[in-house]
């Protein structure tokens, strides 16, 4: 073998190498089920999160969407908003003194007094509602792209951000949670949910929630993954999904 055939063996070698560590780069998880807890089968979650040490969720459906305070014990509304049957309510979120809150299609979002929970105002919103959350001091939000949109207290738009996967864009960004520096996203219609970088919005590491909610628990209205909730006080994670039989408080173990 020639001396240039080596070298260029050896370079093939090295990028082979280097492919192989940047593929190797995104951590994979499945979860492990700590706790379980009942959650409202009429829930069709769209927002979840934890304020206070308590536990939020907002609901989406033309004719049934709310807001709700839900006692984690028992899967109860504490506290309940109804919303005029023209809105479809989707992620929500606290920052600072106010509630924020997504609608689906119809150009609107709401501010509410977090404390009170009155109504505050309504804002014009230039693209579809769909998850919600905050670093605590921007608003997070996705739209089924796979962009994430970093918003002020009166979701005027700051930046935003392509989430990528290796390289390629992964759409249908649902539900969010910002979880020591990082976003959580539930990727909609499967059982992935992607941690992302959000300076570069690269996906850093993927959670595999296959089998989350066993066969035993489903019938024909369960529907999909949706909502994930971290209490900063107790440092747990929360899983659900929509119309779900139970609320999962998970760990993440590394796959094999
Ligand atoms: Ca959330």
């Known amino acids: 073998m020639t001396m240039r055939r080596i070298y260029l063996v050896l370079s093939i070698l090295a990028t082979a190498l280097l492919c192989c560590a940047c593929e190797t780069k995104v951590k994979e ?3 492990k089920v700590v706790k379980e807890y009942p959650h409202d089968t009429d829930s069709y979650t769209q927002g979840l999160f934890f304020h206070g040490g308590d536990l939020y969720e907002s609901t989406g459906q033309y004719g049934s969407s709310t807001f709700r305070k839900v006692d984690l014990a028992t899967g109860e509304a504490l506290e309940k908003l109804d919303f005029n049957r023209k809105y479809f ?3 929500s979120v606290v920052l600072g003194n106010n509630l924020y809150i997504l609608t689906w299609e119809s150009k609107v979002a709401f501010i509410y007094d977090a404390a009170t929970l009155e109504y505050k105002s309504t804002y014009t919103y230039p693209r579809e509602g769909w ?28 930046r935003s951000v392509e989430v990528t996967l290796d390289g ?27 941690i992302i970088n959000p300076s570069t919005g690269a996906v850093e590491a993927t959670v595999d929630c296959t089998g989350l909610l066993p ?26 999904g929509k119309y779900w039989k139970r609320l999962y408080e998970v760990e993440l173990v590394e796959k094999k």
Request: net charge neutral; aromatic share 12%; proline share 2%.
């Open 168 to 194: 390629r864009p992964v759409r249908y960004l649902n539900e969010l949670e910002f979880i020591d520096g990082r976003v959580w996203a539930n990727v909609y219609t499967t059982d992935l949910i992607v």
């Open 131 to 158: 998850g919600l959350t905050t670093d605590g001091k921007q608003l997070i939000a996705s739209d089924g792209s796979a962009r994430l949109y970093f918003l002020d207290g009166e979701y005027k738009l700051q």
């Open 215 to 240: 066969a035993k628990l489903r019938d024909s209205r369960t529907d999909v993954l949706n909502g994930i909730a971290f209490d900063p006080v107790s440092r747990k994670t929360y899983l659900t």
């Open 89 to 91: 309510v989707e992620g």
């Open 29 to 31: 998880y499945k979860v």
